[in-house]
């Protein structure tokens, strides 16, 4: 990865829980944030992947940053207890936390299965609601932030995504309770809605190939964006620059949600 993430002092010294770090997204927000000064526990479905990809940002650690890996199913309750418990006895303190896993899945209305539409849910919807349930009372009378990872297809239509679309939309809106209910108790939680992101999860839609010109064109700023640039924002959300925000969702897609 080549990008040089946006500094927020105020970061330094934290400690911030990831989800589905092992690559794409979740990767670039380690990178985000161990560039910052900031101790991350990052947990993925895939344990080997993560404990690669945490070796290997270990070179990119600022500050005395640490980053300590972890095989999580975000499905599961007690692996987000378990991700919260390491942070509070590796580092003494959880302030920040990132529902990032997530999975994709073409299908039908008519033809997706209630098995494909309950995992979608599980993931995403679940992930995001078990993270928070286990973020907060780690995160103590301090506070801290959360952020949940959604899509802009919780806003627009597009083909064979229903089940996928349908469990963003669900993220995108459990957003704002979770505001709602955590805000007096010093917890900011707000979500990013990517556009197309250049990662497995985008090249897998089109086997493999990389996205075809004619979706690249209907994006206003003409390119499809890097993991980084959601990390930018999400460190921005994690951050005191954004200490008068949650419940918010916020868009970063090169104004694809416009065409
Ligand atoms: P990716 O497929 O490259 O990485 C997802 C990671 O999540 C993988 O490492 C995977 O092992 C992990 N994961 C999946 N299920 C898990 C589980 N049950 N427990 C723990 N970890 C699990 O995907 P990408 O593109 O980095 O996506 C990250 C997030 O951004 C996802 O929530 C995705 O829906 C969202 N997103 C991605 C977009 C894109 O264009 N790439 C667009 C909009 C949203």
């Not at 101790?39 to 990809?53: F, H, K, P, R, S």
């Not at 999860?201 to 086997?207: E, K, P, Q, T």
């Not at 959601?230 to 416009?258: Q, W």
């Amino acid at each position: 990865m080549t990008y040089e993430p946006t500094v927020f002092a105020d970061m330094a010294g934290r400690t911030v829980a990831v989800t589905g770090a092992a690559r794409g997204i979740g990767e670039a927000h380690v990178l985000a944030l161990v560039r910052n000064g900031v101790n991350v526990v990052a947990g993925d479905l895939d344990e080997e992947a993560m404990a690669d990809t945490a070796k290997r940002l270990g070179e990119e650690c600022r500050g005395g940053a640490t980053i300590v890996p972890m095989g999580i199913d975000v499905t599961r309750a007690e692996d987000h207890h378990a991700l919260a418990q390491h942070a509070l006895e590796r580092f003494g303190t959880l302030d920040g936390w990132i529902n990032n896993a997530g999975r994709y899945a073409l299908g039908d209305v008519l033809e997706t299965s209630g098995a494909e539409f309950t995992r979608m849910h599980e993931v995403h919807v679940l992930g995001a609601s078990f993270g928070v349930q286990a973020a907060v009372p780690a995160m103590g009378k301090s506070g801290g932030a959360i952020v949940n990872v959604a899509s802009i297809a919780a806003y627009v239509v597009r083909a064979r995504s229903g089940a996928y679309s349908a469990s963003k939309a669900a993220v995108e809106h459990l957003t704002k309770f979770q505001a709602v209910e955590l805000g007096p108790r010093g917890v900011r939680v707000n979500a990013v809605a990517p556009g197309m992101i250049d990662t497995d999860m985008l090249s897998s839609l089109n086997g493999g190939n990389g996205m075809p010109q004619s979706a690249v064109e209907s994006v206003p700023l003409r390119r499809i964006g890097t993991p980084g640039e959601v990390s930018d924002t999400v460190l921005f959300l994690l951050s005191d620059a954004s200490r008068f925000v949650t419940g918010h969702t916020l868009v970063v897609d090169g104004g694809g949600r416009h065409r």
